[in-house]
């Protein structure tokens, strides 16, 4: 008998439960209900009286200037941009080599034809593979339209008005404020990953029920061996994981969501789940109850999502290699329609594969112990080292 037998049993029962059906479609229900609230939150700050939430670290992004009139200088926030004063070569050569973010480059009459009533041509060069430049060129966009505004409302209320017109800004890229890359990007990837964290209950269900049913030992006097009942339990799992996560792709793509490369995002939140199932299934392996694999699963999973999320905002931040080590992370850019180089789908396929393998390992050790599946359970201290020294002990 191949594990293959057993996947079919454990999917074609989920499928048929109502117990899963009912979870099944309340998890699309409040994924509904978290598109609308997500739409509306990010309107609201996008409108004019929305919601401030622009970064406020000291030096956050570094932009190098050339301005002699100052006009554009002497107005642009200290807190969010850390402005360096710079000729224009050397500025140039600061953006090329990764020093500073952006360079910004004024002419030096540019006082005087906005007073003349004359456009400025000023000429703004981003590092793009930096996340930051985004937050520089927002930064640009809006000093120049309040120094366009104050004019107009000044030239407006003079004795002898005369027209005037806006900065014209000629910009090599363009981008969301960090704030706003934060909320869309970030929370629509986490929403893209929340059905790999929903489905934890099914495999204690599987493997911690075996045990509370009392049906472990005819599963394991099958003709099967204590892998492949692992592995057909989980790979149960994945697919049913597979088909809420292609269920939850559409609905954000009829509901206005632009994803770029849907296929390649559903192939990666798909292989992310085998080595969180993997885990989850480790833990189920050594629970002796459901109330024990709960609390087990709720503390691992703490870990599992900051090692997702914390290298997404490593990378939104600082543009880190190591923070694709993070399947999220991959998977944002894939959506955001970046191009990734082949190493940095080769750190993430690399995690995924070292996870998996050692999650899988040692769920399948641990249900191979008769001491931890019949018991008296052995302490983690123990399972430890049997582990580590590859020890087999059967009590």
Same mark, same amino acid.
């Given at each position: 008998?191949?594990?293959?037998?057993?996947?079919? /049993?454990?999917?074609?029962?989920?499928?048929?439960?109502?117990?899963?059906?009912?979870?099944?479609?309340?998890?699309?229900?409040?994924?509904?209900?978290?598109?609308?609230?997500? @739409?509306?939150?990010?309107?609201?700050?996008?409108?004019?009286?929305?919601?401030?939430?622009?970064?406020?670290?000291?030096?956050?992004?570094?932009?190098?200037?050339?301005?002699?009139?100052?006009?554009?200088?002497?107005?642009?926030?200290?807190?969010?941009? @850390?402005?360096?004063?710079?000729?224009?070569?050397?500025?140039?050569?600061?953006?090329?080599?990764?020093?500073?973010?952006?360079?910004?480059?004024?002419?030096?009459?540019?006082?005087?034809?906005?007073q003349n009533g004359q456009?400025?041509?000023?000429? !703004?060069?981003?590092?793009?593979?930096? =996340?930051?430049?985004? &937050?520089?060129?927002?930064?640009?966009?809006?000093?120049?339209?309040?120094?366009?505004?104050?004019?107009?409302?000044?030239?407006?209320?003079?004795?002898? =008005?005369?027209?005037?017109?806006?900065?014209?800004?000629?910009?090599?890229?363009?981008?969301?404020?960090?704030?706003?890359?934060?909320?869309?990007?970030?929370?629509?990837?986490? +929403?893209?990953?929340?059905? +790999?964290? +929903?489905?934890?209950?099914?495999?204690?269900?599987?493997?911690?029920?075996?045990?509370?049913?009392?049906?472990?030992?005819?599963?394991?006097?099958m003709p099967i061996s204590?892998? @492949?009942?692992?592995?057909?339990?989980?790979?149960? &799992? !994945?697919?049913?994981?597979?088909?809420?996560?292609?269920? /939850?792709?559409?609905?954000?793509?009829?509901?206005?969501?632009?994803?770029? @490369?849907?296929?390649?995002?559903?192939?990666?939140?798909?292989?992310?789940?085998? =080595?969180?199932?993997?885990?989850?299934?480790?833990?189920?392996?050594?629970?002796?109850? %459901?109330?024990?694999?709960?609390?087990?699963?709720?503390?691992? %999973?703490?870990?599992?999502?900051?090692?997702?999320?914390?290298?997404?905002?490593?990378?939104?931040?600082?543009?880190?290699?190591?923070?694709?080590?993070?399947?999220?992370?991959? &998977?944002?850019?894939?959506?955001?329609?970046?191009?990734?180089?082949?190493?940095?789908?080769? +750190?993430?396929?690399?995690?995924?594969?070292?996870?998996?393998?050692?999650?899988? /390992?040692?769920?399948?050790?641990?249900?191979?112990?008769?001491?931890? !599946?019949?018991? =008296?359970?052995?302490?983690?201290?123990?399972?430890?080292?049997?582990?580590?020294?590859?020890?087999?002990?059967?009590?």
């Open positions: 008998m191949k594990f293959t037998t057993i996947t079919k /049993w454990e999917f074609k029962s989920t499928l048929k439960s109502k117990k899963f059906m009912m979870i099944f479609f309340l998890q699309l229900s409040v994924l509904l209900l978290m598109i609308v609230i997500f @739409n509306s939150f990010v309107t609201n700050i996008e409108s004019e009286k929305g919601i401030a939430i622009t970064p406020s670290l000291n030096g956050f992004a570094s932009m190098n200037i050339q301005d002699q009139s100052g006009i554009i200088s002497k107005n642009l926030n200290p807190d969010i941009i @850390n402005i360096i004063p710079s000729n224009y070569n050397t500025s140039l050569n600061n953006v090329a080599i990764g020093k500073t973010t952006g360079f910004l480059y004024v002419p030096g009459n540019a006082a005087q034809d906005i456009a400025v041509n000023m000429i !703004v060069y981003l590092d793009v593979s930096d =996340p930051k430049q985004s &937050v520089v060129m927002d930064e640009v966009n809006s000093t120049a339209k309040l120094i366009a505004d104050s004019y107009s409302s000044s030239l407006t209320s003079s004795a002898a =008005p005369q027209n005037t017109t806006l900065p014209n800004i000629n910009q090599q890229t363009t981008g969301e404020s960090l704030p706003l890359q934060i909320i869309k990007k970030v929370m629509l990837v986490i +929403l893209l990953f929340l059905p +790999l964290l +929903l489905f934890g209950n099914m495999v204690i269900d599987s493997i911690v029920g075996e045990k509370e049913r009392k049906t472990a030992e005819i599963l394991i006097a204590h892998a @492949n009942i692992i592995i057909g339990k989980s790979i149960a &799992v !994945v697919l049913t994981i597979s088909l809420q996560i292609a269920m /939850w792709l559409i609905i954000l793509l009829i509901a206005g969501f632009n994803i770029s @490369n849907p296929l390649l995002v559903f192939i990666f939140i798909f292989l992310s789940s085998i =080595p969180i199932i993997g885990i989850t299934s480790a833990v189920a392996a050594y629970s002796k109850n %459901y109330k024990e694999a709960g609390i087990g699963l709720s503390i691992v %999973y703490i870990g599992i999502v900051g090692f997702l999320i914390v290298p997404v905002l490593l990378y939104i931040t600082r543009g880190s290699y190591i923070s694709n080590i993070s399947p999220m992370t991959i &998977v944002m850019r894939l959506f955001s329609g970046e191009s990734i180089a082949l190493g940095d789908y080769a +750190l993430t396929l690399i995690s995924i594969a070292i996870v998996s393998i050692i999650s899988y /390992w040692i769920a399948i050790k641990l249900f191979e112990r008769d001491d931890i !599946v019949f018991g =008296p359970r052995p302490g983690i201290l123990r399972l430890l080292f049997d582990l580590i020294t590859f020890k087999k002990l059967y009590k």
